[in-house]
């Protein structure tokens, strides 16, 4: 609905959609129904399910090792650093804590600014490096199909900024990728480049919450016409999809922003558009959809706070068929070249596989270590005084020490705050104002589209169930298997599920959040998706056991920074927190992580891993 006619941009990444996400499933078609002729054999445990193919097959999400390890850290199992850690013997001049974007533009920033000489470790908690900028591929018929797990757009940067420079520096020299072309011979539908709703016809579907069992669809998305709501409810709604004359901040720090900020987004929607709580919990909960929360409990300027980034103003959003996780891949290659096979190259690295032997050779100057969660850093002595410092880490049951010259946290606030021993009441207090909230990637690979072909959409959105929308997306041809792409073409339709619940602090709704998402076993995942998929498509010739090839979940239980207000500039006096930790380092320990900027975006993931390197390369370099 918001911008019919044109491409997606940073607002829409935003919203994701237009609409709010329900929360329970009122399902109609039963589990023997759903499950008779399954197709979606798990191939991990109960929880885990299926994982696809290819380098990421036992990646998905956190991993029941990443969760058992990070509750280790909460209960307090490594409160003093174990007697039996194993001294590997090894001291490096720079160990970064976390393998995602951040981390490995880090140890690539570091290797490049302290020099050839200067060794690096990188350790992370996955099965492989990336963190949110992680993939899924599917074998469907013989086509390989590709899905983003988390992190998944990215916008042409200005020609000349350090982030432009930086991608041409990893291989990205022209960040415009070209997509798959109509397949035809049905006539062509536009289908957008990204998962988001956008320039595409979509359709809103309204269920049983709004008194409608057999389910209204509605395409005018304009007017609401035919839509089961009242008339104020329609009029409000079509109010919210207006560009509305409210003041916009016009950098980060201006007075409008710092307003901003001692709101709620909630606060903000309701009187820039004139409308009523009720209506932005029911329908605009997704407005806050790139924070993880709904707007009552975010800053009202997250709904602004990407502008301060910098992407080019409507040069539209590209896509790797894989997201970001093509810039995760990009970094490694460049860091450790051996790490994918073939050249620096869009293509290889997107079509290659992992070398998992190539990172992490004896003697390299680079090295990423994986299933390694760091548990305990600490300087060895006096912070201000000490030489090193002590990182150890849990990998397959054993812990395990190493020393470094200096340290890099780019982990996230949700372990760095735990892990730092040492880590002075100043930081702490900064910490305990991030809020870190779950989110779910369901990835559902189905045989075909053509249900929602036959309905002149390529997307949709509804307000109850299982997630809130998806969209057919084109391809960039760099990884996908088939130049074009039709309504008979296999996909995968990426579902984001959310889990706000209205008029809770961000930290009970992270609880809450992660608490749904954990205890749900992958079956009833699977379940609530094929019957969603049932209900909404059933009577345009939707066959969950023969359309939907596969499912992974992507259970991510601290997905997004979700900063509440206060989080940008301030409260009650005291600085930003993100600006504290960003001042100085800790000794020999220097902060990263995109969640410092409160931007959930790959550019301040690498922006926060420079500022962070510089900060500690005086202490590397003097001797
Ligand atoms: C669902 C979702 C969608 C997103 N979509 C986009 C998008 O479209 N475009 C965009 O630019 N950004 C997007 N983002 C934001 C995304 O967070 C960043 O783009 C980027 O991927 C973050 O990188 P990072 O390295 O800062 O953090 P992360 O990706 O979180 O990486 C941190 C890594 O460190 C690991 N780690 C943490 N603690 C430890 C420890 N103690 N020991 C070892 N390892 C540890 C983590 O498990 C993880 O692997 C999205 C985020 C989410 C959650």
Redesign the pocket.
Known sequence: MRGMNRDITRRD?LNGTLLGSGALLLGSASPSQLFAQAVTTPSGDDWTGYGGVGDYANSNG?TNA?LEAGHQ?RDGLFESLPATAIDTGETYDCVV???????LAAALIFRRKAGEGKTCLV????PIF????KRNEFLVDGQRLIGHQ?????WPPYPHSFIARFYESIGLKVPRLEYQKWAGPAPEIPLTRTPYLGSAPYGLYFGKKFGQPQGVWVTDLKKLEGAPISAKTREELVRSQSDQAAQKPLYRGDAISRRLDTITLEEHLMEKYGISRETVRTFLSDEGGGF?LGPDALSGYTGYAFDGLGPIPDEGTEMFPD??SGIARLIAKTLIPESIAGSPSLEDVCRNHVNFAALDRAGAAARIRLD????WVKHDGDPAKSESVTIA?TRGGKTYRVKARSVVM???SW??RH?VRDLPDDRKEAYSQFYRSP?M?ANVAVRNWRFLYKMGISGCQWFEGVGSYLQVRKLALCGADSPTIGPDSPVVLAI?VLYPYPGKTAEQQGHMGRGEMISTPFREYERQIRQQFTEMFGRSGFDAARDIAGIILNR?GH??ASPAPGFYFGKDGKPAPGELLRAAPFGRIAF????LSGM????S?II?ADRAVEQLLNLVLAD
């Open positions: 990444f956190n990443v850290i804590v976390g393998g995602g974007i951040s981390g350790l992370d908690n996955h990336g963190g949110e900028a988390g992190s998944a757009l990215f993880g997201g970001n390694s969660t760091a548990v880490y780019a982990g996230g372990t760095t892990v989110a990637v984001k991510w997905a997004y990263a992580n995109t969640d959930p975006d790959h550019k993931s926060e």
